[in-house]
């Protein structure tokens, strides 16, 4: 007859579970959610307390309250929005009652304005826009510099199909870039940043070009942070007429644009100031020996050799046109820049192929050179002769 099973031995080979450890790690998890929940909490009852203290506080409280959100998570700027505070700074930016109220009030529209595009039109339908002339005529440089951020932020709604009015930004941008003295880096990296996002659209391109903008883009080209953002915004402006126009007929042309490929470091300025010459030099013999005096050809011929498949391949096209060797293709609109197709620019076989074209280049150059000076003899020659004839 079998004897029962004891309970106990068999509860002694049964694993024990650490219960105890998993109550604990439960109870610790349960502390940190309602601790987040806590903090949470808090932190959305004093984002309410400020945004009252912006709307009925007095000047001190308004800027304490800003500064609080200047630290605000991306999470928070959608509910500082939506309680309202947005028309409030954009008023403490035109009425603050010093300048340092109201750099705080653009510092805190820049913050609200990072990355939202909707928080980016509420700041343009609470009258920023309209407001921008007063800043123009401002005599304080640092509130105008405090503004390039919050006007390049604004600029990218430009590239969008909202209606926004680029003549008070486009305004306001070259006041800063002509301000005595002249802005910082910071700024003027923004404010060609701007310019940039303006050029995008065709009808804010005539009006870049009417406001006299290219002649200062021109010379943003010889600053080391602003000169992309420039040539950019400059190829922008060249889609159209009266911007090609525009660029040939400025003073400052062809020399910047030479000095905009001296950048070694800076491959795409390269690129786009090969692009601008291009487009100046196009059907123009006049611009062609300007460039030539300007010293374009030694850059065109490093550039051809050491820079990139687009610059390079737009260095030989611009030596071929220099010395006559090059043809410029017409399309529908009257203008194109005829470029060879892409192919292995960059590799052994690209460099080969652009050292043979370079060397044909020089040797037909010297030819014609040759050619010239023989010509020139031959005509000393003829005129000695009849001297001792006559």
């Known amino acids: 007859m079998s004897s029962r099973p004891n309970p106990r031995q068999e509860a002694s080979f049964i ?10 790690e439960m109870r610790k998890t349960a502390t940190a959610a309602t601790k987040q929940e806590v903090e949470g909490e808090g932190e959305a009852v004093a984002i309410r307390r400020s945004v009252k203290a912006l709307l009925f506080g007095g ?18 700027r959608r509910e ?10 954009v008023a403490m930016l035109a009425d603050g009652r010093d300048e340092g109220c109201r750099r705080l009030a653009a510092e805190a529209l820049v913050e609200l304005a990072d ?6 039109v509420l700041i343009v339908e609470a009258g920023f826009v309209e407001l921008l002339p007063l800043f123009q005529k401002a005599k304080e440089t640092s509130i105008k510099q405090a503004l390039a951020p919050l006007l390049l932020s604004i600029s990218t709604l430009a590239t969008t199909p909202f209606p926004v009015d680029v003549h008070p930004i486009l305004s306001t941008l070259l006041s800063i870039l002509n301000s005595t003295p002249p802005p910082s880096a910071a700024t003027t990296m923004a404010c060609a940043a701007a310019l940039c996002h303006l050029s995008t659209k065709l009808q804010s391109a005539k009006s870049l070009v009417s406001a006299g903008a290219v002649h200062t883009l021109l010379k943003l080209c010889s600053d080391a942070g602003a000169a992309e953002a420039a040539l950019s915004a400059l190829c922008n402006l060249a889609l159209s007429s009266a911007g090609r126009e525009a660029i040939g007929g400025d003073s400052l042309v062809p020399g910047a644009l030479v000095e905009a490929m001296a950048r070694e470091a800076e491959p795409r300025c390269r690129e786009l100031g090969a692009y601008l010459l291009m487009v100046v030099a196009r059907g123009s013999a006049k611009q062609r020996r300007r460039m030539e005096e300007a010293g374009a050809v030694p850059m065109l011929l490093e550039v051809a050799l050491l820079g990139s498949g687009v610059a390079s391949r737009r260095a030989i096209r611009m030596l071929q046109w220099l010395k006559g060797g ?6 529908g609109d009257g203008f194109e820049v005829e470029e060879e197709e892409d192919g292995d620019n960059d590799g052994e076989g690209g460099m080969k192929q652009r050292s043979r074209a370079v060397r044909g280049l020089v040797t037909q150059s010297l030819h014609r050179n040759m050619e010239s000076i023989l010509s020139r003899g031959r005509e000393k020659d003829a005129n000695g002769e009849k001297k001792l004839t006559s």
């Open 15 to 24: 694993p024990s579970l650490p219960f105890r450890s998993v109550g604990v």
């Open 59 to 76: 000047w001190e409280e308004k800027e304490a309250a800003v500064r609080d959100w200047a630290k605000a998570k991306q999470n928070r």
């Open 80 to 89: 500082l929005a939506e309680l309202g505070v947005l028309p409030p700074l």
């Open 115 to 120: 990355g939202s595009f909707r928080n980016k």
């Open 326 to 331: 090059g043809r410029v293709g017409v399309g």
